[in-house]
C-alpha cells in the first residue's frame, strides 16, 4: 500500500518537478494538533469549522495555515503557552513558509529578542545572541541539545520555538539570555505529500519533499514521514559566497492513539558551502566599500555533516500519568577553509581606501562531536486535599566528545580593500597545525518541577534541578617553525549546580494570565565542551573557574483575544549575571569571576488573526544591557553588551484578498549594536529592511508564490563580529511552485 501511494504521488509531482516548503495554504501541524492526532479524545473529536481556537479557511481543498501556536513541543512544559510563566516565542510552520525561509537564521528574524553573531574560527553556523547573551551552546531538537557546528536549515522543522530568560532547571547547563528548541515534524495518521520547487536570485535552486503516509500494516497507529531537501544558490548582492547542502529525514511511529507510542526518527544534512566571512573593520567602522566586496578565495570551504537518530517512547498508564523517554545519538563533523580579512591597526583611517591593504587571515580546521544522551521523564496529575498538581521529574544523562584541530595558513597573499581579487587557487607557504585538543563532558541531571492549582485563578510553580558536568580535556600544541609538539596539556574539571524555578500565577479569567517568575541558570566554564576562549592564541584563561551564575526576573501578560484567534503577550524581565568572567588584573592571559552584566528591559506582541482573513506576528523588544561591575583591563561600568540593540521590532502579516490570492509582508528593526564595548570600540548602524510575498493557488493541489526580501536592497550588517562583519543580502526575489496532495 505505501509503495502503491508514494508511487502515485511522486510520479504526479514529477510533470512539475517536486519541491520547497508547505503547499501555498497547506495548514501546518504544531505539535499540539500533532499530539491530538496521534492520540484524539473521541469524546471531543469536532470539525475545525465547529472549533472556535482553530479557525479554518476552505479554500478548493487547500487550508489556510495558522501563524499561533498553542503549545509547547517540549515535553517537561505542561500548561498551554498562554499559562506557562515565561516568555515564549514561537515561529509556526506557515510563517516559515510564508516568508521562504531556508536557513535558521532567517527564521529567527520573526523574534526580535534574537541578533547574530558571525562564525568565528573555533566554530561555524547558527549563534543567535538571546536578551544580551549568547546562546551559541543553547541550541536543542526536539528538547534535548543539538550541539554541533552546522548551519541548520528548516526543511524538517514544524516550528522553532525560543524560551526567553534563564532555564538551567529545564535543559541543564546554559541557557542564560535563553533556548532555542527546534520541534520537527513527526509522523501523523493522515496521508499527504507536500513538494515545491524553487527559483531564485543569485542561482538559488531549492526542492524540498514531505510525505506522511499510514502504514496499518505495521499495527494499530503506524505511520511513516519522510521530509527531503536540496539546496544551492549564492547570496543577493554579495560575491564568492556560496551555500549547497541535501538532507533528508526519515520517521517511523508505532501505536499512534494507543497508550503506547514509538517514534524513531533519523536527521542527515550534508552541507558544502564557500564560507563569506564579510568585511573587514577599519578603526572603529566597517570598512566602506561596496556591498559585494568578497576577499576570500573561490576554493575556501566549508564542509559539514549532522547525523542524528533518536528514539521515543511514550506511554500513558492513564490521563494522570504519563512516561516520556527519549534516547540519541549525534555525529557531527566538520571541515573548513576560511578567509577572514583584516585591515592593520597601523594603517591610518585617514588612509585613501585604494591605498588600503587587507591580509587574510587563513584558517584550517576540523572537527568530529559526538553526543550520547538519554532523558525520562514522568508526568503525574494528583491531588492533595483542595490543591491540584502537575508533577514533572525526570533524570538525564549524556556523554559528549569534541574533538577539534586547528591551524593558520603562512604566507597567504593579501589583496586590495576596494578591488579585491577573488583568486580560484589557493596559495601559502604551509599550513602548519597550531593546536587539537580533545574534550569528553561527561553529564548527569534529575530536576521535579510541580504546578499546583488553588482554584482556576490561582497557580504556583516551583522546581529544582541539580546537574554534575564533569569535563576531561586534553591537548597537544605545536611550534609554527617545524610542526613539532610544543607543550601538552591535561585538565579534569567537574561542577555540581542547583537551578531554581519558581512563579506565581493569576488567571483573572480562562484566557488571560498574569504571572511573576523567577529562575536561574550557570554557564561552565567548558559549556561549548572546550576550556579554549581565545580563537587568536587558544587561550585556556576559564580552565579552573567556577561556573558563572545567572537570575533572571519576568513579570509579565498572556492573553487569548477574539475568541481564541489572536494571542497577545507582555513582559518586564531583568536578568543579572553576577559573576561574569573578566580579564584576571593579577594573571595575565587568565580570566577571574569579578564583573557583573545585567540586561533588563520590556517586550509585547501578538500573534493569530485579525479578521477570518488576516493574520500576523508582530514583537518589539526593549533592552538595556551593560556591564555593573568590572576590573582594570575589562570592559568598564556602563559599557553596552556586546551584539544588543536596545530597539528591536519585528512583523509579518498576510491577508487572503480572495479564495485564491493571499498577499503577506513584513519587516524589521535592529538598532545599533556593538561588536566591541573594549577599545577598540566597534559597533554598527541600526537598519529597517521590508520583505513582501504573495500566493495564488491555481488548483486544489497547485500553488505559486513570490517572495521579496530587502524590497529596498538596503546595505545593511547583519552577522557581526570582533574582526569581521558580514552584510545581510540585497534585494532577492525567489519563485516556488507549490504541490499539495
Not at 591593504?357 to 550520547?372: H, I, K, P
Not at 579554549?532 to 483575544?561: M, S, Y
Not at 553596552?640 to 509582508?665: E, H
Not at 559597533?683 to 529597517?688: E, K, L, Q
Amino acid at each position: 500500500m505505501f509503495s502503491t501511494r508514494l508511487s502515485t504521488h511522486l510520479l504526479a509531482g514529477t510533470a512539475i518537478a517536486l519541491t520547497l516548503n508547505t503547499p501555498a495554504f497547506a495548514a501546518p501541524q504544531t505539535a499540539e494538533t500533532a499530539e491530538r492526532a496521534a492520540d484524539p479524545d473521541p469524546q471531543q473529536v469536532v470539525s475545525a469549522s465547529d472549533s472556535k481556537d482553530i479557525p479554518t479557511i476552505t479554500v478548493e481543498g487547500q487550508a489556510f495555515g495558522e501563524f499561533r501556536v498553542e503549545k509547547s513541543g517540549i515535553a517537561k512544559l505542561t500548561e498551554p503557552l498562554r499559562d506557562v510563566p515565561q516568555s515564549i516565542s514561537t515561529v509556526s510552520r506557515e510563517v516559515i513558509e510564508q516568508r521562504g525561509v531556508t536557513n535558521l537564521n532567517d527564521a529567527f528574524r520573526n523574534v526580535p529578542g534574537i541578533t547574530l553573531g558571525a562564525g568565528e574560527f573555533t566554530w561555524q553556523g547558527n549563534s543567535p545572541n538571546i536578551r544580551g547573551f549568547n546562546s551559541r551552546s543553547d541550541m536543542f531538537l526536539d528538547g534535548m541539545r543539538d550541539f554541533g557546528s552546522y548551519s541548520r536549515d528548516p526543511f524538517n522543522m514544524e516550528s522553532v520555538e525560543v524560551l526567553q530568560g534563564p532555564a538551567s532547571m529545564v535543559f541543564g547547563r546554559g541557557s542564560t539570555g535563553g533556548v532555542v528548541n527546534q520541534v520537527t515534524k513527526q509522523p501523523t495518521l493522515d496521508p499527504h505529500v507536500v513538494g515545491a520547487l524553487n527559483f531564485g536570485s543569485d542561482t538559488t535552486k531549492r526542492v524540498t519533499v514531505d510525505l506522511r503516509e499510514p502504514l496499518p500494516e505495521l499495527g494499530e497507529g503506524g505511520a511513516v514521514r519522510l521530509n527531503v531537501m536540496g539546496h544551492d544558490g549564492e547570496t543577493a548582492g554579495r560575491d564568492g559566497g556560496k551555500a549547497a547542502r541535501w538532507g533528508f529525514a526519515p520517521s517511523l511511529a508505532l501505536g499512534l492513539g494507543t497508550p503506547t507510542r514509538l517514534t524513531l526518527n533519523y536527521l542527515h544534512q550534508a552541507a558544502n558551502d564557500v564560507p563569506d566571512y564579510g568585511l573587514p573593520w577599519f578603526g572603529g567602522n566597517v570598512a566602506q566599500v561596496p556591498r559585494n566586496n568578497f576577499y576570500g578565495f573561490s576554493s575556501d570551504y566549508m564542509k559539514t555533516k549532522a547525523d542524528i537518530v533518536t528514539a521515543k517512547v511514550d506511554h500513558d498508564f492513564s490521563d494522570d500519568l504519563k512516561l516520556h523517554s527519549q534516547l540519541r545519538y549525534a555525529h557531527y563533523t566538520r571541515s573548513s577553509r576560511i578567509t577572514e580579512p583584516l585591515i592593520a591597526a597601523t594603517v591610518p583611517t585617514t588612509t585613501p581606501l585604494a591605498n588600503v591593504s587587507v591580509s587574510r587571515n587563513m584558517y584550517t580546521g576540523r572537527s568530529a562531536e559526538d553526543f550520547l544522551n538519554a532523558q525520562t521523564d514522568v508526568t503525574s496529575k494528583f491531588a492533595t486535599g483542595a490543591l491540584r498538581h502537575a508533577v514533572v521529574a525526570g533524570i538525564e544523562v549524556g556523554r559528549e566528545r569534541s574533538a577539534p584541530f586547528f591551524g593558520f595558513a603562512q604566507g597567504v597573499p593579501g589583496t586590495n580593500l576596494l578591488t579585491p581579487a577573488i583568486d580560484p587557487i589557493f596559495s601559502s607557504t604551509g599550513t602548519p597545525p597550531t593546536i587539537i585538543s580533545d574534550t569528553t563532558g561527561d553529564s548527569f541531571g534529575v530536576f521535579a518541577l510541580d504546578t499546583v492549582k488553588f482554584n482556576e485563578m490561582f497557580q504556583i510553580i516551583g522546581g529544582l534541578r541539580w546537574d554534575s558536568f564533569r569535563v576531561d580535556y586534553s591537548a597537544d600544541r605545536y611550534t609554527t617553525a617545524t610542526g613539532a609538539i610544543a607543550s601538552s596539556e591535561a585538565i579534569v574539571h567537574v561542577d555540581r549546580e542547583f537551578s531554581y524555578r519558581a512563579a506565581a500565577v493569576f488567571k483573572p479569567v480562562t484566557e488571560g494570565t498574569i504571572y511573576f517568575g523567577f529562575g536561574t541558570s550557570f554557564n561552565p566554564s567548558a559549556e561549548s565542551l572546550s576550556f579554549l576562549v581565545n580563537a587568536r592564541n587558544f587561550g585556556i584563561g576559564n580552565a579552573f573557574l567556577d561556573p558563572e551564575r545567572n537570575q533572571n526576573f519576568e513579570v509579565g501578560t498572556k492573553w487569548d483575544l477574539m475568541d481564541g484567534k489572536l494571542s497577545a503577550n507582555a513582559a518586564l524581565f531583568r536578568i543579572v549575571k553576577e559573576n561574569a568572567r573578566v580579564p584576571s588584573p593579577a594573571t595575565p592571559g587568565f580570566n577571574t569571576l569579578g564583573g557583573t552584566q545585567r540586561a533588563q528591559g520590556f517586550e509585547i506582541g501578538v500573534t493569530g488573526y485579525l479578521t477570518d482573513s488576516w493574520q500576523v506576528m508582530a514583537g518589539y523588544v526593549y533592552l538595556d544591557a551593560e556591564v555593573t561591575k568590572s576590573v582594570a583591563g575589562a570592559a568598564a561600568v556602563g559599557a553596552p553588551l556586546i551584539y544588543t540593540p536596545k530597539n528591536a521590532f519585528s512583523f509579518w502579516t498576510s491577508f487572503l484578498v480572495t479564495g485564491k490570492i493571499q498577499l503577506g509582508a513584513g519587516g524589521q528593526y535592529s538598532g545599533r549594536r556593538f561588536a566591541t564595548n573594549l577599545a577598540p570600540i566597534r559597533s554598527v548602524p541600526g537598519y529597517w529592511t521590508f520583505d513582501a510575498m504573495g500566493r495564488y493557488a491555481w488548483s486544489d493541489h497547485v500553488s505559486f508564490k513570490l517572495n521579496l526580501t530587502n524590497l529596498t536592497d538596503k546595505y545593511y550588517y547583519d552577522a557581526i563580529h570582533a574582526w569581521h562583519v558580514v552584510p545581510g543580502a540585497g534585494r532577492t526575489a525567489t519563485f516556488a511552485i507549490n504541490l499539495n496532495y
